[in-house]
Structures are given as C-alpha cells and as structure tokens.
T-cell receptor, first 115, second 106 residues
Framework: EAQVTQNPRYLITVTGKKLTVTCSQN?????MSWYRQDPGLGLRQIYY???????DKGDVPEGYKVSRKEKRNFPLILESPSPNQTSLYFC??????????????FGPGTRLTVT | GIQVEQSPPDLILQEGANSTLRCNFS?????LQWFHQNPWGQLINLFY???GTKQNGRLSATTVATERYSLLYISSSQTTDSGVYFC????????FGAGTRLFVKA
C-alpha cells in the first residue's frame, strides 16, 4: 500500500530536549516536505527536499533541521524544542513524474506538545 | 510571496446540495492543488490542476491561471464531505490558503 508514515503520532516533551520526528514514504517520490498546522495560522511549510541531499527552507524553518540521506526518509529534527513549536506536523511526498502530475500525499500527522 | 484567498470561509449545506468554493491567488502560478482535511485531521489530495478542468466523481475543479483563480465544485454533497478544503498554489514552496470549512447536515 502506497503511504507516508510518521512517527511518533503523539509526543509530549519538555523544553530543550532534542527530538526527531521521522517520515518515510514507499512510493519512490523525489519530493518531500514538512508542514506545521496551527489554529488561526493554517498550514505553513517548514522545509522541503527535491531529492537526496537537496533541501531548502520553507516559510517557517527557524528552530528546525532536516536531512535527506535516503530517498524514502525525511526526518524533522528539533534540536532545542520550545513551547512555540507545539503544533500538528505533517509530512508529505510527491513525484515529479513523467506524466507531470504532482499530487502530494500526506502522512497522518504528529501532534507535538512542548511544555 | 503569493497571497492566497479562499471563500467562503465557512459553509453549511444540507445533504444533497451543491456548492462552489473559490481560491484567488495574487500572482501567476504554474500549478495548483486542492486538498481536503477531514474532521479527523487527515489531509487528502483532491486535484492537481494547474489549468483547465478535472472531474472526480461528485467533485470537479477548474483553474483559470490567467485570471488567477480556481474553483472547486461539490455536487450532491454528503456528510462525509465535511471538513476543511484548502487550495495551494505553487509546488515546491507550497502556500496554503486559509481554507473553507464545510459542514454538511444530514
């Protein structure tokens, strides 16, 4: 089954404790991206990756790191989480595709609370 | 950057009714997507539609890129259509509109 998986689904942590949210896709997609969703602010892009070892900042990259060492994985790293990073996080992937179709497939979301 | 405006912000329908959701964007784009977020938070891609019209069952979408808008049509709405509908111009740097929150009453 084609899917994007995220782990963990729920996480409560404390300020300053490094954490990683994993994202993996099994569709051999080139493009992967991280978003955060907040009430009143909507969905905003954190980082995206066009392919292995190619990453770029989205609209709200501060406080986050990413890496793309393998095509299927795109982890989101919070080196020193702060309460303003409490949010619902989504990972997504898409293919550039020979057919020119770029539908993004989303993971189930990770609800992060930083106290 | 591109500004995205969706209307209406909220919509309540009786089951079986039709509706049109609109997405205006401030600059030329060469791609646009529509997404549905169901009440459980799951995000699903509905259409990748940089221009023209596409249909998928009771849903269809039209993008007129030269006039900087896209429309999502929902016909014969069902309670399962409830949720939030987002449009997102661009591709790699994705910008989401604020969404249209739809509630379909049985």
């Amino acid at each position: 089954e084609a899917q994007v998986t995220q782990n963990p689904r729920y996480l409560i942590t404390v300020t300053g404790k490094k954490l990683t949210v994993t994202c993996s896709q099994n569709m051999n997609h080139e493009y992967m991206s991280w978003y955060r969703q907040d009430p009143g602010l909507g969905l905003r892009q954190i980082y995206y990756s066009m392919n292995v070892e190619v990453t770029d900042k989205g609209d709200v990259p501060e406080g986050y790191k990413v890496s793309r060492k393998e095509k299927r994985n795109f982890p989101l790293i919070l080196e020193s989480p702060s309460p303003n990073q409490t949010s619902l996080y989504f990972c997504a992937s898409s293919s550039f595709g020979n057919l020119g179709s770029y539908e993004q497939y989303f993971g189930p979301g990770t609800r992060l609370t930083v106290t | 950057g591109i500004q995205v405006e969706q209307s209406p912000p909220d919509l309540i329908l009786q089951e079986g009714a039709n509706s049109t959701l609109r997405c205006n964007f401030s600059d030329s784009v060469n791609n646009l997507q529509w997404f549905h977020q169901n009440p459980w938070g799951q995000l699903i891609n509905l259409f990748y539609i940089p221009s023209g019209t596409k249909q998928n069952g009771r849903l269809s979408a039209t993008t007129v890129a030269t006039e900087r808008y896209s429309l999502l049509y929902i016909s014969s709405s069902q309670t399962t259509d409830s949720g939030v509908y987002f449009c997102a111009p661009q591709l790699f740097k994705t910008i989401f509109g604020a969404g249209t929150r739809l509630f379909v009453k049985a």
